[in-house]
């Protein structure tokens, strides 16, 4: 495909790429190459010797200089954390990015799509790697453990995986009584929508998010996100979700009492939040959570 496109636009892929891709989102830092007045900016890499002891990797440095380094469309750029992010939210508005289209929206579909036959989960191809690794009960027990929380309320429908990782699980079956739901340390859900835009959860109560009560009532609420189902902005959600459920948004803690948040008779929602993001295929893909209190 590289090959394709070199002869299709009489161009390097390096030079496509800067002028087609780079130059129009905004990231002069982006290349094949690094330029020498460049090159106090790059970073370090390192390596660890067979005895352990960890020594500077001369290699990149050499590499990327060279004029005619071979450009792959697999891998090879070099670039910074601002050009990344550009890179990043033009992918995320689904392929265009401060009025520039890169990609049709759907290209950008066909990207984050499972395109395995059936759907498979990765890990049935293989012993699981990295980002593929089933993580979810690791991260759920790690942040509770962080938070101290025991008791945990969930939905009745919630994974087993999950509620293998609560240290004490109080599913909502049969329901829970508002004096329950009030004692426990936190509760567990899954959502409907997250939105990127606003970091804003959206719950219209289908599976793995039960009723509306163990959403507003518990102080604590670890929110499980799969990452098939972000949207980036608002008007996405809106379509996502099921317009004939009850949605409940939160945008974070509530902070509708007083400036001490302190609990007002009546008064609902988490007053601290936690999040944690998987990836499509529901295993943990980083550290997302955020606790504001």
């Given at each position: 495909m590289d090959r394709v496109v070199e002869v299709v636009s009489?161009?390097?892929?390096?030079?496509f790429c800067t002028a087609q891709i780079f130059n129009s989102l905004g990231m002069p830092d982006t290349g094949f190459t690094v330029p020498d007045r460049d090159l106090p900016r790059l970073s370090q890499l390192y390596l660890i010797t067979p005895s352990g002891e960890l020594v500077p990797d001369e290699g990149l440095g050499a590499t990327v200089t060279k004029a005619d380094r071979g450009h792959f469309?697999?891998?090879?750029?070099?670039?910074?954390?601002?050009d990344y992010l550009r890179f990043a939210a033009m992918l995320l508005n689904r392929g265009a990015l401060d009025g520039v289209r890169i990609l049709s929206p759907l290209t950008t579909g066909f990207m984050v799509r499972n395109q395995l036959p059936g759907g498979a989960?990765?890990?049935?191809?293989?012993?699981?790697?990295?980002?593929?690794s089933p993580l979810a009960p690791a991260a759920i027990a790690a942040a509770l453990r962080?938070?101290?929380?025991?008791?945990?309320?969930?939905?009745?429908?919630?994974?087993?995986?999950w509620v293998a990782a609560l240290p004490q699980p109080l599913l909502d079956r049969p329901r829970l009584d508002l004096a329950e739901l009030s004692a426990v340390d936190a509760v567990i859900t899954s959502v409907a929508v997250a939105i990127a835009q606003t970091g804003t959860l959206?719950?219209?109560?289908?599976?793995?998010?039960?009723?509306?009560?163990l959403t507003l009532v518990p102080d604590v609420h670890l929110a499980v996100v799969p990452g098939e189902r972000i949207v980036a902005a608002v008007p996405?959600?809106?379509a996502a979700a099921d317009p004939l459920?009850?949605?409940?948004?939160?945008?974070?803690?509530?902070?509708?009492?007083?400036?001490?948040?302190?609990?007002?008779?009546?008064?609902?929602?988490?007053?601290?939040?936690?999040?944690?993001?998987l990836d499509g295929q529901g295993s943990q893909h980083g550290p997302a959570g955020f606790q504001p209190e």
């Open positions: 009489g161009q390097s892929l390096g030079d469309g697999g891998g090879g750029l070099v670039s910074n954390t601002a989960d990765l890990e049935s191809f293989g012993r699981p790697m990295n980002a593929e962080e938070r101290d929380a025991h008791q945990v309320a969930g939905p009745a429908d919630l994974p087993a995986d959206v719950f219209d109560h289908g599976p793995g998010q039960g009723r509306r009560e996405d959600a809106v459920s009850p949605l409940t948004w939160i945008s974070g803690p509530s902070a509708t009492s007083d400036i001490e948040l302190s609990r007002v008779q009546g008064v609902h929602g988490p007053r601290t939040l936690i999040v944690i993001v």
